[in-house]
């Protein structure tokens, strides 16, 4: 009788278990995910790398501790998951992917100038905080590497395509190509040209355009701002500046000094007659 139980069990076919896809579940993981990036980099911005910790990230997102550990893993990964989701928005999709359908090379890297410009001013943040810890931090080293070789895999991605549409200067690899482009949008380039010489945002997607489409694309094209009028130092304003922030932290150091008790002054001793 066993046996035949177990016959008759073996004869029945396994029920496959369905896979779970609820998009209102997936819409509120991303939802929370959102809130744990914005309260990381929050805490990151007051308190530094180091005293940030995820139990503390946890407390500024209203989650769970358990809940950034399954979304993050890590400090490390709440480093990527910030930076995936400052690079990888949303709000990007419809511009970068519209890039690849235009067709003729001067259109395209233009567009491409336009992307970068957008992209690079809402990361900026994100940039400047992995930059400046990476010097005292390996995780944040590693984070700035990875970051950067990111960006070359999409750089190699949009040359390739250039490459099937005949955009390609003849005679220029693809791997070649992609560090060129890799070089040109890089954060340090834009960080020098808009916060330190105050080029627009105009500017600077115009020069990105150019540096790409004359490297690129063999442009027989003008270079930008030929002819402009007079033009002032950005780094005069950047020194104009410093100079102002220097100035008001002398003034607020002297209005803390002048908050103080003074000293009382010392006796004159009385010689005796």
């Known amino acids: 009788?066993?046996?035949?139980?177990?016959?008759?069990?073996?004869?029945?076919?396994?029920?496959?278990?369905?896979?779970?896809?609820?998009?209102?579940?997936?819409?509120?993981?991303?939802?929370?995910?959102?809130?744990?990036?914005?309260a990381a980099m929050q805490l990151m911005k007051e308190k530094g790398y180091a005293d940030m910790t995820l139990e503390a990230i946890a407390r500024e997102a209203g989650v769970a501790p358990q809940t950034v550990y399954a979304v993050c893993g890590s400090k490390k990964g709440v480093l990527a998951a910030i930076l995936e989701t400052t690079v990888e928005a949303k709000k990007y999709d419809k511009l970068r992917d519209s890039i690849p359908q235009i067709m003729t090379g001067k259109e395209r890297v233009r567009e491409i100038g336009h992307f970068m410009s957008v992209l690079m001013e809402d990361a900026m943040p994100v940039f400047d905080i992995i930059r400046g810890m990476s010097v005292l931090s390996p995780e944040f080293a590693e984070q700035e590497y990875d970051?950067?070789?990111?960006?070359?895999?999409?750089?190699?991605?949009?040359?390739?395509?250039?490459?099937?549409d005949g955009m390609l200067r003849p005679g220029l690899s693809e791997e070649r190509a992609a560090e060129l482009y890799w070089s040109i949008s890089t954060p340090g380039l834009h960080r020098r040209l808009t916060k330190m010489l105050n080029w627009s945002a105009e500017?600077?997607?115009?020069?990105?355009?150019?540096?790409?489409?004359?490297?690129?694309?063999?442009?027989?094209?003008?270079?930008?701002?030929?002819n402009e009028g007079p033009r002032k130092s950005g780094l005069a304003c950047l020194k104009k500046k410093t100079a102002e922030e220097k100035e008001e932290s002398i003034v607020g150091d002297e209005d803390a000094s002048s908050d103080k008790i003074p000293a009382p002054k010392p006796r004159r001793r009385v010689k005796a007659s």
């Open 1 to 38: 009788m066993a046996r035949k139980a177990a016959e008759d069990t073996a004869a029945k076919p396994v029920k496959k278990t369905r896979a779970y896809h609820s998009p209102r579940r997936k819409e509120q993981a991303n939802v929370t995910k959102a809130r744990i990036v914005s």
């Open 147 to 164: 970051q950067s070789m990111m960006l070359l895999e999409k750089c190699r991605k949009s040359v390739h395509k250039m490459a099937e």
């Open 203 to 226: 500017e600077y997607a115009a020069w990105v355009s150019y540096l790409i489409g004359v490297a690129l694309l063999d442009w027989d094209s003008p270079m930008p701002f030929l």
